[in-house]
C-alpha cells in the first residue's frame, strides 16, 4: 500500500509521546546482553512480538564502533524481496539512530521518522544501550518499526488497513467499467455526427442528441476518473476530515455540472425544437443545479469552521 509520507509524519508528531513510550517499554523488557551475541534468540524474540506487535521489522545488534555483529534478522511481515543484504560486518556508525544513542544518557532512545533502506517506507528505530558487568558499553540493540502500521495499531485500525486492497480492488473495477462506458458513448456520439454529416438537410435535432452523448459521456468519465483517483491512486485517511470534504466535493461538483449542461440543452432543444414545451422542465432542472451548488457551499463553510 502507498503511503502518505506527510500525513504520516503528521500522525507521527501527534502521537509522538505515546509512541515513544510504547517502543521504550518494549526495548527494556529485552535482556540485550544475550540478545547481542544471539542470533537465534533475536529470531525467537522477534517471531514472539510479531504476534502481538505487528508493526515490527527488523532486529540487529552493533558493536560500540557501529559495526553489525549478526545477520538482521526480519519479521514474517518483511517480504523476501525487501529483506537485502544480511547485514553481517555493516558499518552503521553514521547511521542517525547510532548518533542518538552515543550522544544520549537513557538506555533506551527512539529516533524520528525516516526512510528506511530495506523497505523504503518511512519507519523509526529503537535503540537499546547493552552494558557489560563493568558498566561499560558493550554494543546496540535495534529495532526498526513500520511507522504506518505502528500508527494504524495505536488507532486500532489493522483490520480495515488489512481488507482494504480487497476494496480498493472492487473500486478499481467499477471506476474502469464507468470509464468505458463513457468511452463507448463519445464512439457513438462519434459516429452520429459522422452520419450528420453524410445525411446533411437538418441537423438541429441531431445535433442536440450529439452533444447529449458527449455531456453525458463525459459526466461519467469525471465520476469514474473520480473514484479511481480517490479510492484507487490515492493514499487517503478516512479518519481526516479534509478526506470526506475532497471527495464529497469532486462528486458533488461532477453532479452539478452534469445537470447544468442538461438543463442547457433541454431548454435549447425545447425553443428551438419543441415550441417550448419543455422550457419550464428546464428551468427546474436548472435551479436543482443551483440548489446542489448552494448546498455544497453551506456544506463547506461549515465543515471548514
Known amino acids: 500500500m502507498r503511503q502518505n509520507h506527510l500525513r504520516l509524519i503528521e500522525k507521527y508528531q501527534q502521537y509522538e509521546q505515546a509512541i515513544q513510550r510504547l517502543l521504550e517499554s518494549m526495548m527494556t523488557s529485552f535482556a540485550g546482553t544475550t540478545l547481542l551475541s544471539d542470533r537465534d534468540a533475536q529470531a525467537e524474540v522477534m517471531n514472539r512480538i510479531c504476534r502481538y506487535y505487528p508493526f515490527a521489522e527488523l532486529m540487529y545488534s552493533v558493536d560500540v564502533n557501529g559495526v553489525q555483529l549478526m545477520d538482521t534478522v526480519c519479521s514474517p511481515g518483511v517480504s523476501y524481496r525487501q529483506q537485502r543484504e544480511p547485514g553481517k560486518g555493516r558499518d552503521r556508525s553514521h547511521r542517525p539512530y547510532m548518533l542518538v544513542a552515543r550522544n544520549t544518557e537513557n538506555q533506551v532512545c527512539v529516533t524520528d521518522p525516516y526512510l528506511s533502506c530495506a523497505t523504503h517506507q518511512l519507519a523509526i528505530s529503537s535503540v537499546q544501550v547493552v552494558h557489560d558487568a563493568e558498566g561499560n558499553v558493550a554494543g546496540y540493540l535495534v529495532m526498526n518499526f513500520n511507522l504506518q502500521r505502528?500508527?494504524?495499531?495505536?488507532?486500532?485500525?489493522?483490520?480495515?488497513?488489512?481488507?482494504?486492497?480487497?476494496?480498493?480492488?472492487?473500486?478499481?473495477?467499477?471506476?474502469?467499467?464507468?470509464?468505458?462506458?463513457?468511452?463507448?458513448?463519445?464512439?457513438?456520439?462519434?459516429?452520429?455526427?459522422?452520419?450528420?454529416?453524410?445525411?446533411?438537410?437538418?441537423?438541429?435535432?441531431?445535433?442536440?442528441?450529439?452533444?447529449?452523448?458527449?455531456?453525458?459521456?463525459?459526466?461519467?468519465?469525471?465520476?469514474?476518473?473520480?473514484?479511481?483517483?480517490?479510492?484507487?491512486?490515492?493514499?487517503?485517511?478516512?479518519?481526516?476530515?479534509?478526506?470526506?470534504?475532497?471527495?464529497?466535493?469532486?462528486?458533488?461538483?461532477?453532479?452539478?455540472?452534469?445537470?447544468?449542461?442538461?438543463?442547457?440543452?433541454?431548454?435549447?432543444?425545447?425553443?428551438?425544437?419543441?415550441?417550448?414545451?419543455?422550457?419550464?422542465?428546464?428551468v427546474w432542472m436548472l435551479m436543482a443545479a443551483v440548489a446542489l451548488l448552494m448546498s455544497l457551499g453551506v456544506y463547506l463553510k461549515l465543515s471548514k469552521e
Do not use: C
Not at 500508527?151 to 488497513?161: E, H, P, T
Not at 457513438?188 to 455531456?215: M, N, P, Q, Y
Not at 438543463?263 to 422542465?281: A, E, I, Q, R, T
Open 150 to 282: 505502528l500508527i494504524s495499531y495505536l488507532k486500532g485500525d489493522q483490520i480495515r488497513a488489512g481488507i482494504h486492497p480487497i476494496f480498493q480492488t472492487i473500486y478499481a473495477a467499477i471506476g474502469s467499467m464507468l470509464v468505458l462506458v463513457s468511452i463507448l458513448l463519445i464512439y457513438a456520439a462519434g459516429a452520429s455526427l459522422w452520419k450528420a454529416f453524410e445525411l446533411g438537410g437538418d441537423v438541429t435535432t441531431r445535433s442536440f442528441g450529439i452533444v447529449i452523448l458527449i455531456t453525458l459521456g463525459l459526466a461519467i468519465f469525471d465520476l469514474g476518473k473520480t473514484i479511481l483517483e480517490e479510492e484507487v491512486l490515492s493514499n487517503k485517511d478516512i479518519h481526516h476530515h479534509d478526506t470526506s470534504r475532497r471527495t464529497i466535493t469532486r462528486f458533488m461538483s461532477a453532479i452539478v455540472i452534469a445537470v447544468s449542461i442538461e438543463s442547457l440543452l433541454l431548454m435549447f432543444k425545447s425553443l428551438l425544437v419543441d415550441s417550448g414545451g419543455h422550457v419550464l422542465n428546464a
